[in-house]
């Protein structure tokens, strides 16, 4: 009996364990399954996922079929309503996105369209990842475009801006963007009788790029297996990672002096606008910007933006006129995800913001993408006025014009202050326009604003009718910056009326006029009254004794000189000459008065006469290249240039000498003849390379030269065309004479990388018999060189710099650096440069660019060496520049390395290092002084070659200077003996911090402080 019961528990136990077995699978797999299977952010109407249940999708299908035509342009299938997975990495700080943190997925609808007609060829190109306009896909639900803003917001964008530009287009305003185009819009349904916005669907993708992302087709990854029944149902479909951006950032904003000075009040003539600003987009944008007056928040100006969707990107210049006084900006991206403007603008261009008197006052920058994606800084800024002017109806001669040559006589004139600010010392220069006359100062101190002084000074008459010329602050130096130099000139006539005309030259181009060709001609005239302008006279020219059609009339001012041009002579005649004849005012009646001082005849010099020989056009000569370069002064510089002589089936020439010559050119074109060289070009299609060896002496520093090289200019041989004469190339002082001392290791920047035989001198052939012309044969063989060259120069001038507030502080990856513009840097500050470096060989061989190592001064007099890194290479050119600095948190450490830091990646850590970007700081220790910075830079071709380049900067003061320390009694911090003005600037808005109770009672060794401020 007890053996049957135990027998028949058993059982029960069996069938019970069994029941729960099968329970608890069932449970297992009904929660595994629900796990799997979340519920999407948006449309759950759709859900839970199936393939039981169809739906009706409707829309531009030709993704699922690009072979087919476009049959699917407008098309309607049948679809599945699948689970998708999606997830967002910001790809400019290579984090994961708020919404998607540590790599985690969001569940979406993705619409899998099915194969109904026979032309449907669908294969893997099945899936819609669509977006509701309404929460739940249809009417029935409220707040229409949630779920758009929600990806919107998930994807970095403006949530606002994505959803009016949808909204603009259901509106009926067409949209030239291709995200917004009706290829985007899908209905899940039925297409709604009434409501457009029933059962509408959008692009999931193209709200993506609406927010500044994209998507690699690689970051679409399909979920295995891809046959799955259950794929979409019980496991996503696609696991798909998108790259959103970073919204814009304002690294700085300020007023600054041209000298690179950062100041609130800022001249209003010369006075800059410093702006250093940073916009991203996974594609091409544009990144706008807008000053505008008085203080607005960041709320404030979102809120106008999104309001105003519609004018963006069409009207963003005229956008908040109604919100706020602006001047506007946009810059193009170029393509570029990151784009960095660090630029300045002139003060001139906020005229329209400053008030009249130039106070400071408040300004709000708002800088912004192509997706309404903002940044919103204040700033303060106000301009002052420097204006010194004559009064030229005060001017007074005593005793007054005219009076005998040699006649002592007073001038009395005023001269007034109409600027904003008091000027501590200028000056009135005076002159007589006559050559040979001196400039005479008289001193004005302390001049008031708003001040009207009257000066007298003597004169003596002159001679000749003449201007007495009257200039205050003539060299533009005493201030440098007045907004208004009209005012501070006047002149005053003194003798009788005087003029006299003539014609002094004649160009023409091209030089040498060919046969048959046209040729135009220009004729240099001038007025040599010192007093008087002519008004509408004229000039009349002839060419081999016909009378050419008259130029336009003009004027000229006493003294002036002036190139009369466009005598165009369309076809040049036949013949061995071209004569040319000229004469200004030949009726004698503009003026009729012409006179000389010296009593001769005025009238022979109105006219000029030349004779032309006539040249036929087999010949052209060329420059191909020329190097640039950057020096110090006073030192050695190597010059490539490359010219040849076109090969012509006309040029039966002979062996050819022509001159190559290598000019220097200033700031203003002025040029001063460096070398000349003369080349030998035998053969038409010649090339020849030319070294120029020269020294640099003691040009001003500074990049406004250019080297210019010519062949055959001004011409001996006659050419075809003298375009191709004169190539020119950029050349930068870097800095003062080296003191003595050897800077750059010694090396050579040239080789002979080859040669070649040429003929140089030939022969004609004639027929023994005939005597009949038979050709050209060599009589003289000689052996040329090729040659290679290496060359380097500074490409972007050494510049202070500081790093921008909000840089990378982990990575150091692209450290963004605002560049001061100035060599004179503080003890401590770092400076930035850029160095270009071309290997070139004449057959266009390729060089190797090895290396380059910079010298840098330190404070104890030796050299610290920092090999450069490559940051652009193109063939044979490289442009180098410093590794990432690292700059130590404590002491004067810096580490130059590229990668990561070489220390802790925790800021809070001490063995953390600061990011510096490619710059070198120097010591804090560094004394004041102008220290030369040298760069050896190495290749390798048929020879090693070497170039050295030397730039200079200047250290004044220390980056602490800007700290003070001293003690202080916390109960009267600013005693009034010492501080008759109250609190000092830096500590006006915090003077409550000095004065608070708890330091005052810690500092009187309060009991109850003595673990203050542990405590």
């Known amino acids: 009996?007890?053996?049957?019961?135990?027998?028949?528990?058993?059982?029960?136990?069996?069938?019970?364990?069994?029941?729960?077995?099968?329970?608890?699978?069932?449970?297992?797999?009904?929660?595994?399954?629900?796990?799997?299977?979340?519920?999407?952010?948006?449309?759950?109407?759709y859900y839970p996922y199936t393939k039981e249940v169809k739906t009706q999708v409707i829309g531009d299908l030709r993704a699922s079929g690009p072979e087919q035509g476009d049959h699917l342009l407008f098309a309607s299938r049948k679809a599945y309503a699948l689970w998708d997975d999606v997830r967002f990495k910001n790809v400019i700080t290579s984090t994961w996105a708020d919404a998607t943190p540590g790599g985690s997925y969001l569940p979406v609808l993705l619409f899998q369209i099915l194969e109904q007609e026979s032309a449907d060829k669908f294969d893997a190109r099945d899936g819609y990842r669509l977006v509701p306009y309404y929460p739940n896909g249809d009417v029935n639900t409220t707040q229409k475009g949630t779920p758009i803003k929600k990806v919107a917001d998930w994807a970095g964008g403006n949530p606002s801006y994505v959803l009016n530009k949808i909204n603009t287009v259901l509106n009926g305003k067409a949209s030239s963007s291709n995200v917004l185009s009706a290829d985007n819009f899908y209905y899940v349904g039925a297409i709604p009788p009434v409501d457009l916005t029933e059962n509408l669907f959008f692009r999931f993708n193209s709200i993506v790029s609406l927010s500044g992302g994209g998507v690699d087709e690689g970051d679409m990854i399909a979920q295995t297996p891809t046959k799955g029944v259950n794929r979409g149902i019980t496991y996503p479909a696609f696991k798909t990672t998108y790259s959103v951006t970073s919204w814009p950032k304002i690294h700085a904003v300020f007023g600054m002096e041209s000298n690179g000075e950062q100041r609130e009040l800022v001249s209003a003539a010369t006075g800059k606008l410093k702006i250093s600003t940073t916009t991203y987009s996974y594609s091409g944008h544009k990144q706008k910007i807008w000053i505008m007056k008085g203080s607005k928040t960041f709320g404030d100006v979102l809120n106008y933006m999104n309001s105003t969707t519609e004018m963006s990107g069409a009207s963003d210049q005229t956008r908040f006129n109604d919100f706020s006084p602006n001047i506007y900006k946009i810059f193009d991206a170029s393509g570029k995800r990151t784009y960095n403007y660090n630029s300045s603008i002139p003060m001139s261009e906020m005229s329209s913001l400053i008030t009249p008197d130039g106070t400071v006052q408040n300004f709000t920058m708002v800088v912004s993408d192509a997706y309404d994606r903002i940044a919103v800084t204040n700033f303060k800024v106000g301009t002052y006025k420097n204006d010194l002017a004559i009064i030229p109806s005060s001017v007074k001669i005593t005793p007054g014009s005219p009076q005998t040559a040699?006649?002592?006589?007073?001038?009395?004139?005023?001269?007034?202050?109409?600027?904003?600010?008091?000027?501590?010392?200028?000056?009135?220069?005076?002159?007589?326009?006559?050559?040979?006359?001196?400039?005479?100062?008289?001193?004005?101190?302390?001049?008031?604003?708003?001040?009207?002084?009257?000066?007298?000074?003597?004169?003596?008459?002159?001679?000749?009718?003449?201007?007495?010329?009257?200039?205050?602050?003539?060299?533009?130096?005493?201030?440098?910056?007045?907004?208004?130099?009209?005012?501070?000139?006047?002149?005053?006539?003194?003798?009788?009326?005087?003029?006299?005309?003539?014609?002094?030259?004649?160009?023409?181009?091209?030089?040498?006029?060919?046969?048959?060709?046209?040729?135009?001609?220009?004729?240099?005239?001038?007025?040599?009254?010192?007093?008087?302008?002519?008004?509408?006279?004229?000039?009349?020219?002839?060419?081999?004794?016909?009378?050419?059609?008259?130029?336009?009339?003009?004027?000229?001012?006493p003294r002036e000189q002036k190139w009369i041009s466009n005598l165009v002579l369309p076809i040049v005649p036949g013949g061995n000459y071209l004569y040319f004849d000229a004469e200004i005012n030949k009726n004698h009646n503009k003026p009729v008065n012409e006179t000389k001082a010296d009593g001769t005849n005025a009238w022979t010099d109105n006219k000029i006469s030349k004779k032309y020989q006539l040249m036929s056009k087999n010949l052209n000569y060329f420059v191909k290249t020329i190097s640039a370069s950057s020096a110090t002064q006073n030192s050695t510089v190597t010059t490539r240039v490359v010219v040849g002589r076109e090969r012509l089936s006309s040029d039966t020439n002979g062996e050819k000498q022509a001159a190559v010559r290598l000019y220097i050119l200033d700031a203003n074109g002025n040029a001063s003849l460096i070398e000349t060289k003369s080349i030998l070009l035998p053969s038409p299609g010649d090339t020849r390379t030319v070294f120029f060896d020269w020294n640099s002496g003691n040009m001003a520093i500074g990049n406004g030269y250019n080297l210019m090289a010519t062949i055959n200019i001004q011409p001996v041989d006659p050419e075809t065309t003298y375009a191709d004469n004169t190539q020119i190339a950029s050349f930068e002082i870097t800095g003062s004479t080296p003191p003595n001392g050897n800077f750059c290791s010694i090396g050579a920047t040239t080789g002979v990388s080859g040669t070649y035989s040429y003929c140089s001198r030939y022969e004609n052939i004639y027929h023994p018999v005939t005597g009949a012309y038979i050709g050209r044969d060599c009589v003289n063989w000689n052996e040329g060189n090729y040659y290679e060259y290496f060359n380097a120069y500074v490409s972007s001038s050494l510049s202070g710099s500081y790093v921008e507030e909000n840089a990378d502080e982990i990575n150091g990856i692209d450290v963004p650096l605002v560049e001061g513009g100035s060599s004179t840097v503080q003890a401590g500050q770092g400076f930035t440069f850029a160095i270009d470096a071309k290997y070139t060989e004449d057959r266009g061989h390729q060089g190797n660019l090895t290396r380059a190592v910079a010298h840098f001064p330190k404070e104890d007099g030796t050299l610290q060496d920092i090999d450069l890194v490559k940051i652009r290479t193109a063939g044979n050119e490289v442009t180098w520049a410093m590794p990432t600095a690292w700059v130590a948190k404590h002491g004067d450490e810096v580490v130059y390395q590229e990668g990561s830091n070489p220390g802790s990646n925790d800021p809070n850590d001490t063995n953390y290092y600061y990011p510096g970007g490619r710059a070198f700081y120097t010591s804090l220790n560094m004394p004041a002084g102008t220290f030369i910075v040298s760069v050896d830079l190495y290749a390798e071709g048929v020879n090693a070659l070497h170039q050295c380049v030397l730039m200079q900067y200047t250290v004044s003061g220390t980056v602490m200077d800007d700290f003070y320390v001293r003690q202080i009694n916390p109960e009267e911090p600013f005693p009034s003996p010492l501080f008759p003005s109250g609190p000092t600037s830096l500590w006006k808005d915090n003077y409550d911090v000095l004065q608070s109770q708890s330091l005052i009672d810690w500092d009187n060794f309060d009991e109850s402080m003595w673990n203050w401020p542990k405590d």
């Open 1 to 45: 009996m007890n053996i049957v019961q135990t027998s028949d528990l058993k059982k029960k136990r069996v069938l019970v364990t069994t029941l729960l077995l099968i329970v608890l699978i069932f449970l297992v797999t009904f929660i595994k399954s629900d796990a799997a299977s979340p519920q999407p952010e948006y449309g759950v109407r």
């Open 406 to 557: 040699g006649t002592a006589a007073k001038v009395t004139v005023n001269v007034s202050n109409k600027g904003s600010k008091d000027i501590a010392s200028t000056y009135l220069a005076w002159r007589w326009n006559t050559a040979g006359n001196t400039v005479s100062k008289i001193p004005i101190n302390n001049f008031k604003r708003g001040e009207t002084r009257s000066l007298t000074f003597d004169i003596t008459y002159p001679p000749q009718s003449a201007l007495l010329i009257l200039n205050i602050n003539a060299n533009k130096d005493a201030p440098s910056n007045e907004i208004d130099w009209l005012n501070n000139r006047t002149e005053v006539r003194v003798g009788p009326v005087q003029i006299n005309l003539r014609a002094k030259e004649v160009r023409l181009n091209p030089t040498k006029p060919q046969i048959g060709n046209s040729v135009n001609f220009e004729v240099l005239v001038e007025n040599e009254s010192y007093t008087e302008t002519v008004t509408d006279t004229y000039l009349d020219w002839w060419t081999n004794q016909t009378l050419q059609s008259q130029p336009a009339k003009f004027s000229l001012s």
